[in-house]
């Protein structure tokens, strides 16, 4: 398979690949799933012969994402989404209990969007200020 990208569409393709291993594996410790790793390696390598030779690094004969890369904004991208993911899901478990939802029947699905909505404004207004916890 040849696939033709200009310098832009193959600079933004690592974005996403790098995005979606970081989903994947960040947080898998050793349990990686290798074949996404193998992959993101195998398109970091292309930089070399792409003109983009300051967006890798090698370590121990493998083709890593060099500290620019890194450090170049794709880590705020993926701290802004998660941020968002974050409270979208709090406003719908604060929602969901304070509804007594444990599933959600279609009929619900009104009350309950209200229900994250008011959450998500006062997170806009205040982030986490105003929640409280009686453990």
Known sequence: MNIELTDKEFRRLLDLVYIGNWILNSTRGDDR???????????????????????????????????????GGIHEAIADYEDAIFFD??????????????????????????????????FDKNGLNTINMDL
């Open 89 to 122: 899901i709090l406003a719908e478990e604060l929602a969901r209990r304070d509804l007594g939802l444990v599933e959600t029947d279609p009929e619900d699905f009104t009350e309950l969007s209200a229900r994250m909505e008011e959450y998500l404004n006062e």
């Open 33 to 71: 799933f290798e074949d996404y790793d193998l992959l993101q390696e195998k398109l970091f390598a292309l930089c070399s012969q792409n003109g983009m030779r300051s967006l890798i690094q090698n370590w121990h004969g493998h083709i890593f994402p060099s500290r620019a890369y890194e450090d």
